[in-house]
């Protein structure tokens, strides 16, 4: 008889600061009390078989292998996100003068954005550790992502999120049901705000997603890296842009890679980490290209709302990778954000909300720039839904003409 | 001066769990160098080595993060609040 694992996180052995090594039992916290580094999740996978993760589930949950949740995570009740559509980009390839592009559109899942697969993780350690209510500081992506997913868990939600957000974040955030809380300030304003509610008796047993769950949720953006790479046919791309807010996303997917390669489930070859920025909200891109390490905050001015963090937590480890893996980190203009989602949309049928839109303008200026390799295999992520940032189009994405429903106003609108 | 400064969870451990403490001094320096006299240790997990302000730390004056102005040497008016806060979080 095989006995039930019925360890709540799975694989998972710890918590371990990034900083200074120093390791936690699993618990609600997320800061190294040594030196306030970020705690991340330790595990011991043991042998991982590719078998084992094709046979699951049509989600993340095929990889519950690789992430801290239990192994019977598939049945209990959650949004199920990932397994989204790696496109082919070969239009947009020829476009860019690329031999090889795929862009993975995670904007297929269940809220329409990548958030999904991170907050599907922070669920399951909100429910192992009692807490009641969900929660965290949104750019307005994440804010529908959790209230969705505590509805379906059957959690309460309170949200945060900058009260000057597009209006189709706040009536996604507002529609499932919980407390969604506009704060008039920055999103940097309103993560310190959550993170002085966390030590206060109002925030007592909540599960703030990306404060106190933060090592668990981060542990979502893994996935994207595990499908890439089993959707490529179980081979790492050979550059890939991924966007950069927290900087979290893009620090996940390279130890995702890393992962892959250690257990032997892809083969070892380098590949290039490159993130993108829009220029209005660039610390990241700014200290790149300074040759500096440490991240010097900016107050954030630009339409890519989504990734509009002045202060991005995890950037000092985004500038390593960049450089550890010979990419590089750049950032495109508001103009150039809304060139790139109607270029992206000409050619591929995405419609890439203004996220999407800075990581294809980055694509597009590290080739013109000749950064970029355009005969190596490249992927480029979509994070998120046109659908949610529509005024950045709205204006130019019009009718080509209105007529009245006659074939002769048809002809002479056309006539030239 | 006396100024109010909100501690972190973590490093409540220092503060007997007050989540609130009083300190003084004419800046964030000397503000943080009263409160390391108060409760022993807590300035070397605020600071490094070098006295700089740890790069996975936050420290704010009022509404302000003093990355924005003149960091340790930032004033701090009689009634201020100076808040510690963890940087890893949010994205």
Redesign the interface.
Known sequence: MVLKDARPFGPATGLSCR?CGTVYELGP???????????EVAYDFGEVRRQDIESGPTNIWRYRALLPVPADVASKPNLQPGWTKLVKADNLAAELGLRSLHVKDDSGNPTHSFKDRVVSIAVEAARTFGFHTLSC?STGNLAGAVGAAAARAGLDSCVFIPANLEEAKITMAAVYGGRLVGIDGT???V??F???L???ELGEKWG?V??NL?PYYAEGSKTLAYEIAEQLGWRLPDQIVIPI?????LTKIDKGFRELIKLGLVEDKPYRVFGAQAEGCSPVSAAFKAGQD?V??V?PDTIAKSLA?G????G?YVLDIARRTGGAVEDVDDREIVEAIRLLARTEGVFAETAGGVTVGVLHKLVRNGVLDPEAETVVLNTGDGLKTLDAVAAEARPTAVIRPSLEAFRTAFAN | MSVSVRIPTILRTYTNGAAEVSAEGATLREVLQKLDADYPGIGGRILDETGKIRRFVNVYVGEEDVRFTEGLDTPTPQGSQVSVIPAVAGG
């Not at chain 1, 916290?29 to 705690?39: D, M, N, R, T, V």
């Not at chain 1, 202060?311 to 995890?314: L, S």
């Open positions: 900083e916290i997320f800061a190294c009390s040594e030196c306030f580094g970020p705690l500081s999103y940097d304003e993560n310190r959550c993170s002085e966390i030590g206060d703030f990306n404060v933060r807010a927290s900087g979290s996303q440490v010097r905050p107050k963090i202060n991005p937590a995890d000092p």
